[in-house]
């Protein structure tokens, strides 16, 4: 999913990204230092660990690399983000692994914050996280417990907040 991303960004051809949920994803440095206008936006101790890190290992973060602090469901978390946007330049939006540990209600807002941003700027939006329910069975067979212990430790990754299969996507989105 990580390659299929880039390789639609890249077709794209925007060049300015705002990243939600990125966590410790890597591709905001690397389209940063390929010149991108990149910004990330994650929970706040998610951000203040990743700065950590990419201090220790880089000598300085891109200056086209923001790393913000921030809540991908709250409209007024998407308004900071005005000041590190190109006002007349296009935004590709990418979340990889968001969406699917959000209920209905919460996927909505996100869905709204990002087609307000979209409306104002233009863009697209990329993201693979439209799993159907039956995704669950194939990964269960790959990963034995990998879902079960996840809903356990995070109290998310609920079954019922699956789509249900490529209509359901689109009745939410279109
Ligand atoms: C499964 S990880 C995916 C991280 C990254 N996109 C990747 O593919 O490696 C989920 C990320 O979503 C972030 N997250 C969860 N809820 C969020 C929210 N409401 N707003 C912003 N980020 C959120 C978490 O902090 C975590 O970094």
């Known amino acids: 999913m990580y390659k299929l991303i880039n390789k ?10 705002l990243e939600l949920a990125s966590g410790y ?4 440095l690397i389209y940063s230092q390929k010149g991108y206008n990149y910004i990330e936006l994650d929970l706040e101790k ?8 990419l201090n220790g290992i ?3 973060i891109p200056k086209s690399l923001n790393i913000i602090s921030g ?9 900071k983000l005005k ?3 190109k006002p007349k330049e296009e935004i590709a939006v990418i979340n990889e692994g968001l969406l699917r540990y959000l209920t209905f209600d919460e996927k909505k807002m996100v869905a709204q914050n990002i087609y307000n941003l979209l409306s104002k700027y233009g863009g697209i939006w990329i993201t693979c996280d439209v799993n159907p329910k039956k995704f669950i069975d194939s990964q269960d ?3 034995p417990k990998f879902n079960n212990s996840l809903s356990l430790i995070t109290s998310r990754n609920n079954l019922n907040d699956r789509f249900e ?6 009745k939410l989105f279109w």
């Open 58 to 60: 880089e000598s300085d």
């Open 83 to 85: 000041s590190y946007l």
């Open 46 to 53: 998610v951000v203040k660990t990743k700065k950590e890190i």
């Open 165 to 170: 299969d490529i209509n359901h996507n689109k």
């Open 71 to 79: 809540n991908a469901l709250r409209k007024d978390d998407f308004k």
């Open 8 to 17: 639609l960004l890249d077709k794209s051809n925007i060049k300015q990204v």
């Open 25 to 28: 994803s890597s591709r905001g």
């Open 141 to 143: 067979k790959a990963l």
